[in-house]
């Protein structure tokens, strides 16, 4: 059973999200709480340490799976158990080296949910409960937190399904993927909300000014791809009886769809909610200067990048 330790150092069971106990995951500060653990988890140098350990082995694990293949290929004479053996080598290795580098989630959670004004254990609700020595207990499982550390910012309680998605979401964070940084060098999972918390406040119009272009820019993206497939038909040309265009079509448009949504779709994202005064990392309003009170995110004058090392505040 996972555990996790509250602020007096006692071992509580990890939270389970739940319908009903959840946060809403669409909500900004929800969002907020999500900026905030990925930056404790991957953040910083410790983060970079890991995702260049993870650059170096990929390769590495690449060869391995190609070496197997050729073994099983040469073993059984079946091309088909060739390709079995490539990828089932290969997506284990690097699923188990994903879970092996990536730091625990379950304690950044805890620590979290009391920004939203839960218990870490039970994601009982705890703002107003009984405070002794700047420590709050939680009337459900007991979990002591510092007082200090708990905030009031009624989120509304999510569904079964918001459950669901706050949870895919969170294991989103245990993936290796490209990091992008705000001013501050913090570390930013951009994933652009849905925006109906947003509906009755001065960002929304700005919010779906920049949802549509995005759209509108995938449709363009989507539509340049043929051009790169058909090039490599004609480079292809008719050697083999057997029509080649299915294979082409996904070799050629594999590479441009994973760029895109790797690193196009995040940097347009970032852009446009930015100049639309929108955090790009928890979709809270920003300042005149571009700062996010709710989960310290600083974009100032200047654009994102791709991190290649980071420094902590």
């Known amino acids: ?22 946060p809403d995951p669409d909500h900004p500060m929800t969002r907020a709480m999500v900026a ?28 391995a799976a ?13 091309l088909a158990m060739a390709i079995v053996v490539w990828f089932v080598v290969l997506i284990g290795a690097t699923i188990t080296l994903g879970v092996l580098l990536t730091p625990s989630i379950h304690q950044p959670l805890a620590l979290g949910l009391r920004w939203l004004g839960r218990c870490g254990c039970c994601c009982h609700p705890i703002v107003g409960a009984i405070s002794t020595n700047g420590m709050t207990r939680c009337p459900e499982c007991g979990a002591a937190w510092t007082t200090a550390s708990i905030r009031d910012f009624h989120v509304a309680d999510a569904d079964v399904l918001g459950a669901r998605r706050l949870r895919m979401s969170l294991r989103f964070l245990r993936a290796p993927h490209v990091r992008f940084a705000d001013g501050r060098g913090r570390f930013v999972a951009v994933k652009l909300p849905k925006g109906r918390w947003m509906r009755s406040t001065p960002q929304w119009r700005a919010f779906r000014r920049a ?10 993206a989507g539509l340049v791809m043929p051009i790169n497939v058909i090039f490599m038909v004609h480079m292809a040309s008719t050697r083999s009886e057997m ?49 996010c009170t709710a989960c310290d995110a600083a974009w100032g004058a200047k654009g994102p990048r791709p991190l290649v090392t980071s420094e902590r505040d």
Do not use: Q
């Open 1 to 22: 059973m996972k555990t996790i330790r509250d602020d007096l150092g006692g071992v509580h069971p990890a939270p389970t999200l739940r319908g009903g106990l959840a």
């Open 36 to 63: 905030r653990i990925s930056d404790s988890m991957h953040g910083g140098r410790r983060g970079c340490g890991f995702m260049i350990l993870y650059a170096i082995l990929v390769p590495i694990i690449v060869i």
């Open 66 to 78: 190609t070496v197997a293949a050729n073994v099983a290929d040469r073993a059984t004479d079946s």
């Open 211 to 220: 949802r549509s272009i995005l759209w509108t820019t995938m449709v363009i």
């Open 243 to 291: 029509p080649l265009w299915p294979v082409v079509l996904v070799l050629g448009s594999f590479p441009t769809v994973l760029l895109f949504a790797i690193i196009g779709y995040p940097l347009i994202a970032i852009a446009l909610l930015r100049r639309a005064g929108i955090c790009p990392a928890c979709a809270n309003p920003l300042d005149a200067e571009k700062n």
